[in-house]
């Protein structure tokens, strides 16, 4: 038995269509993606770097005719700009699936700013958080009002941070030359919360030459500064060190932030008890006292970062109705350089160099407008579909999916998608993401569909009104939908609780 091992050669013809995405497309999809305050800051990148573009600051004084006749040239401007093709029509063009799509590479490619903040939970309770202000001195000033001066506002002293706290009681501890040297060691490794944890007695020890004990002792003289719990190397010596400090610390407390930390976060407070072998009283008294204490020193210290958001749509009642107005503030209203355009037109100017900042000006003003527009449409026609909601509140809504408003605007799921991500809408009801406004369906009894968020609000008053000392087990929250003709499973219960970063039942439960 042989085998052929001769070459050949065929020819196979394929038909497909590709979406090829120029620089320009890339862009105006970039744009629907954008907030209120990233879009600002993209035109305004964009009005410093092509000088075909200016701001139109709206400040021209009425019956000037070199400014008439400008408005005149660039509004036949924007006019062969629609003609050209580069208007509506190309831009609808975009709305296809992403699937399959190949981007043509680009240096010149705008990337979207994404802003990721990490909230950090405190321990169990609300613990109280003892905040520190430096009295700061002032003396009478008088002022000149012919000179400038800064603000009030702007000369109140700030709020020394940790690492300057820690160090100004290092100052004036009265503490010798080589404790104030391993003193400023420790206070330069604490976290933001005030913990010792990425270094120990031993490795700081052998950094200095001393032994472990002069180490640790100068170590015990921080833990001593304010705020009470800093220097501590783990959660429990932190509470312990406070608890000592006010004379709460006593052998059954001591022995629950050593062993039970874990039991202490669940609330199983009978473990604990049975485990040490006192009533349970004893271990709620106790437990009284941890949970005032702070679990995060060093926070009142922090400079927590303050996160803004600024509508991008604003929806008010007017009458029986409700008006979408789109929020423009701050957005610099961009025009053709008049300038440029005649220098071009005279010769004076480079043709390529003006034609190509020119085209990329009139797609940047035209991909801007069809992006309002397209935000106003998805938000006119959400507040279509969920009237009730705008009406009555949360609990109202209604089940609504992409599709939906994609069809009522006569775009694309994909770009009601992207209008919809990160927009925020100021509405009767409070402000709201865009995304908000659209839900999934849950079953009723009676046939009616209902949207998982409405439910999910419905589960909240719930627990809000349960009683703490015994509270509604998932299973029960299901019944006590059922009873209201909403029909879900127990894992569903457990996945909108979650949603809502509401502990379960038995860590819900209040002895007090």
Known sequence: MGFDLRQTTTLNLRQEQRLVMTQQMQQAIALLQLAHHELIEQVTEELMENPILEQNDGDREEGDRDDSERDTNEREEQDRVDRDGDGEERFSSLEVESVGVQEVPSSENMSVNEENKMREDVEWSSYVADSYNRPAGSGDQVLNPDEEYTPIENRIASKPSLLEHLEWQLGVSGLSHEEKEIGEFIIGNLDKYGYLETITIPEIAEQFNVENEFAELVLYKIQAFDPLGVGARDLAECLMIQAEYFGFLDDVMEQILLHHIKELEIKDYSRIARALGVPLERVHDSIKIILTLDPKPGRAYTAEEISYIIPDVYIYRQGDDYQVVLNDDGLPKLRLSRYYIDAMNRGDAPKEYVEQKMRK????????????????????????????????????????????????????????????????????????????????????????????????????????????????????????????????????????????????????????
């Not at 279509?384 to 809504?397: A, H, L, N, S, V």
């Not at 369906?441 to 009616?448: A, K, L, Q």
């Open 361 to 512: 000006a009139k797609w940047l003003i035209q991909a801007i407008r069809m992006r309002q527009e397209t935000i106003t449409k998805v938000s006119e026609s959400i507040v279509k579909f969920q009237r009730e909601f705008f009406d009555r509140g949360p609990m109202y809504i209604k089940p609504l999916t992409l599709k939906d408003v994609a069809e009522d605007v006569g775009r694309h799921e994909s770009t009601v998608s992207r209008v919809t991500a990160n927009k925020y809408a100021h509405t009767p009801q409070g402000l709201f993401e865009l995304k908000f406004f659209f839900s999934s369906s849950v079953h009723r009894v009676n046939g009616e569909d209902i949207a998982s968020k409405s439910v999910i609000e419905k589960m909240r008053l719930l627990i809000e009104s349960e009683d703490p000392k015994k509270p509604y087990s998932d299973q029960k929250l299901a019944d006590l939908l059922l009873g209201q003709g909403i029909n879900v499973a127990r894992r569903t219960v457990t996945k909108y609780r979650e949603q809502m970063n509401i502990l379960s039942s038995s860590r819900r439960r209040s002895p007090f």
